[in-house]
């Protein structure tokens, strides 16, 4: 008898930023507590893990880009010749990934099994530390961004609880996790996951890179907006846009609104500014970060 495969396709627009001077607490736990591995357990059900332990063969598509922060911050983990599009397949009991990347450079492969890294540049396979250490450390990533909670319970992580938070009126949960090993090449990483504590799904996390040399310290912040089920399965699809903001430099908020025929709507707010001349400015800098905007006037807006 042959078992029944289970294979998805859909498209994510993937983003993050640095979490500015953050740092993680110093850990006090030596084993998980069980109320954290509880609010895991929870979120990851709410999630789809039932679903996912079912999954057999996943395939991904990205579209987006690195925008101006991250190049500047560590060239060799985005490798941003090779990143524009991307596609990915993945066998969650095999632990077993496989990339395409496509970039103004060509294409760029990868493949993950286990603790094993391959990198091949236009079918060349590359035989430097830097590409295979930044390869593993993506290929880990992705899975605890579109995973959250059931990647870190796969992993077994340990746990413990933080003090809660509230985020724009919502109080949230948070479960510090260490991994270890911690992604790609790490002998340990840091997870903070904020839980919302009624739909128990994630919001948003921090994560360390201990992996590199060039991003060790360094605290990447992921904003957990959107979600979209597949297959059961609810995998994060975050805003864009917000992060294309983000990586600018600028303060931008979002308001969702539900929309007769058209679902949920997004509206994407900078501002208010002082001039016209300063407003000008700033739709120049998104302009040249692939984002079109629209200048009002506050009292214009006001009686919409």
Known sequence: MIAARLSTVFVLLFAAALAGCASFPTPTATSSTTEARGLLEASAQAHGWDAYRRLKDLSISYEGQWFSIAPRVQPVL??????GTSEERMLPAARAIGQTH??????KQVAREGERTRVWYNGVESSDTDPLRAAALVADGYRLFLFGPIYL?????LVETLPYDVIDGVEYDRVYARLRPGFGAAPEDKVILWIDRRTKRAR???????????TKGAVVEVDLLDYRAVGGVQFH???????????????????????????????????????????????????QNGVGATIIRTDEAKNR
């Open 78 to 83: 985005v490798d941003g010749q090779f990143r």
């Open 102 to 107: 496509r970039g103004p450079g060509g294409f």
């Open 153 to 157: 319970l796969e992993r077994d992580a």
């Open 204 to 214: 948003k996390l921090w994560m360390s890179l201990e992996g590199l040399d060039s």
């Open 237 to 287: 699809y975050p805003e864009n846009l917000k992060a294309k903001i983000a990586f600018t430099g600028l303060e931008a908020s979002v308001k969702s609104a539900e929309v007769p025929n058209k679902g949920t709507l997004y509206r994407v707010r900078l501002g208010p500014y002082q001039s016209l001349e300063d407003a000008n400015r700033i739709k120049t800098a998104l302009s």
